[in-house]
């Protein structure tokens, strides 16, 4: 199943969901500020190593919170930025964030499980290869999301227990 451990290398692409991976989940709520954001433990340190290894790192998050009114694209954007100054100041990065702000209910949305985010990132940085692509998530849906875009996948909780402890599995 990670037959891929020894092959990853800058030509390889990681994606990413936030809450519950980077940050933790907020319990029938959303992180509608930065004063409700808190990274999990390990993830800065996982995003330091992971910076060495892979070529592109992203962010792929659904944000319904947006849709249902209860935050703006904008508080979003703070929260973004909040995130990536830290990250950044732990050596890590990341090269993109796609966030869906859409309700399940809305047609044609870009909601995960869709594929939607990984083709706007593969537009935005063309050299993505998603046989080269790793998709960590949390959940059901972001697992789908990676196998619908032929990625390998890892969920948070079954392999790994967390983003960390893939990073330490890489080294």
């Not at 659904?62 to 050596?91: C, P, R, W, Y």
């Not at 059901?140 to 875009?149: L, P, R, T, V, W």
């Amino acid at each position: 199943m990670m037959d891929f451990k020894g092959k990853i290398d800058k030509s390889w692409t990681l994606f990413l969901d936030r809450d519950g991976v980077i940050n933790v989940r907020l319990v029938d709520d959303y992180v509608k500020k930065i004063e409700e954001f808190e990274f999990l433990p390990g993830v800065l340190d996982a995003l330091n190593i992971f910076s060495e290894k892979f070529g592109r790192i992203i962010i792929v998050t659904n944000q319904q919170g947006v849709g249902k009114g209860l935050m703006t694209l904008e508080d979003v954007d703070a929260v973004h930025d909040f995130m990536n100054k830290e990250i950044e100041s732990k050596k890590g990065r990341i090269d993109a964030i796609y966030v869906c702000p859409q309700l399940k209910s809305d047609p044609d949305n870009f909601r995960k499980p869709s594929p939607k985010m990984a083709y706007m990132a593969q537009h935005d940085f063309p050299e993505i290869d998603f046989e080269k692509s790793i998709m960590i998530g949390d959940s059901n849906s972001d697992i789908e999301f990676g196998k619908n875009a032929g990625m390998y996948t890892i969920l948070i909780g079954d392999e790994f227990d967390s983003l960390l402890q893939f990073a330490q599995y890489l080294k």
